[in-house]
């Protein structure tokens, strides 16, 4: 038996969703166990592209169980949207199961976020206006609405009743925005309850179940570790745990089911929204870079900042998560540049340090200090054993692993399902 943990040891957008997706052969269920629908993940397989926000990656592999465990807020409308456009494309959903204690974003949630947002003004964190923050808000300040609540026909008005007072209290008197209508909101959320009753369950049980008969465990995470709202660049951050201490509490499993971590790592850096980025570029390289590799937000369209790989973000991924193995992703992407540079460590008032700092003062202040390599072709779509990559670009992984002290086990060569090296876990 095995539990496999897929997670971005970057900002996110490192390509999790095909590594997922490739891994979903060999896995007996998928799990994903935090974030919400601010996430996306996008999946080439067999020449088709997919954009999945709150379903697992693992939805492609016929028959393979899904599962939306507790840790993930869920959009119910942007879920039934996903759903449907899943379906549209042939692809059936009836092996996905969504957890009873999974808290819901209301509408309530996602204009609190816009007009916070708009409130904070050139202090924004740069959030999706999802209503993502909002909802973890009221989880922990416990008021917050779960899918057990949504499924019980008699309490669940009553409690929706008195969100909406509180929280149409502070839109209008602290915000100014005009008050949401309950009446609206609970004939909404009475047609969600009878098209996801079918979905609901206990995801726990279910998974002990299937860790019990020795089945394979795979759980993805979604954003990246320098958005986890501990060691991340707070407070530019998500508002869950997306690094392997997530998966205990999001998907309600002991340490012990864990025996594989996958951090996945482009071969570059990117990132979306507010705050510092050490190695970004913004010359005509960084632009090529964007454009070579689409680097647009799968969620939000926006373009992603772009600079060279930071091995001092990786390796912080790696010690705080347990790193047991890379997935490299994008060096296709990098591919045809002459030259290609990695940042090693961080020049602060003179002191090349190696350690992440907390600080976003001390950030502010970081210069990359770089190694510098040869560049290797980009066409390399083909290549499905390492011993073929160009020397140039195996002397890269190389050097991430000594540098790092873990092993690349995956390569990703291009988009699709297929174009991926695999080392072996």
Request: aromatic content about 10%; glycine content about 12%; some cysteine.
């Amino acid at each position: 038996m095995a539990g496999i943990v897929v997670f971005g040891a970057q900002w996110g957008d490192e390509g999790k969703g095909r590594f997922v997706d490739y891994l979903a052969s060999k896995a007996d269920m998928v799990v994903r166990y935090q974030g919400g629908n601010n996430a996306g993940h996008t999946v080439v397989a067999d020449g088709v592209t997919y954009k999945l926000r709150l379903i697992p990656s693992g939805i492609l592999s016929k028959g393979k169980p899904c599962v939306i465990a507790n840790g993930v807020v869920v959009d119910l409308g942007a879920l039934k949207t996903e759903i449907e456009y899943l379906e549209q494309r042939g692809v059936s959903v009836d092996n996905l199961y969504i957890s009873d204690r999974a808290h819901l974003i209301m509408p309530y949630h996602r204009a609190l976020d816009e007009l916070n947002e708009k409130k904070l003004g050139d202090f924004k964190i740069g959030t999706t206006g999802n209503g993502i923050g909002p909802c973890y808000m009221d989880k922990t300040g416990r008021v917050g609405l779960r899918m057990c609540d949504l499924m019980d026909e008699e309490t669940f008005p009553v409690k929706l009743k008195k969100c909406v007072e509180d929280k149409n209290e502070t839109i209008t008197k602290v915000y100014g925005g005009e008050p949401l209508r309950y009446e609206d909101i609970l004939e909404e959320c009475r047609a969600h309850a009878r098209y996801f009753k079918p979905f609901v369950c206990d995801t726990v049980s279910l998974l002990h179940e299937y860790h019990e008969a020795g089945k394979t465990l795979l759980f993805e995470g979604a954003q990246g570790m320098l958005l986890d709202i501990d060691f991340g660049t707070y407070p530019y951050v998500t508002s869950s745990h997306p690094n392997t201490g997530g998966v205990g509490s999001g998907a309600g499993v002991g340490p012990q089911v864990i025996t594989e971590v996958i951090g996945v790592v482009k071969a570059y850096t990117t990132r979306v929204g507010e705050g510092p980025f050490v190695t970004e570029l913004f010359d005509a390289t960084g632009d090529e870079i964007r454009k070579k590799g689409n680097e647009f937000g799968t969620v939000t369209g926006r373009p992603r900042r772009c600079g060279w790989l930071d091995l001092v973000i990786v390796d912080f991924a790696a010690k705080t998560s347990g790193i047991t193995g890379f997935a490299l992703s994008r060096m296709d992407t990098l591919g045809g540049f002459h030259k290609v540079f990695v940042c090693t460590g961080y020049d602060i008032d003179g002191k090349i340090v190696n350690t992440y700092p907390a600080s976003l003062e001390t950030l502010a202040k970081a210069k990359p200090a770089y190694k510098e390599f040869d560049g290797w072709t980009s066409d390399l779509s083909h290549i499905r054993r390492y011993e073929d990559l160009p020397e140039a670009a195996r002397k890269y992984v190389e050097f991430i692993e000594q540098h790092t002290g873990v092993p690349v086990k995956m390569i990703g060569v291009g988009a699709g399902r297929e174009e991926c090296i695999f080392r072996g876990l």
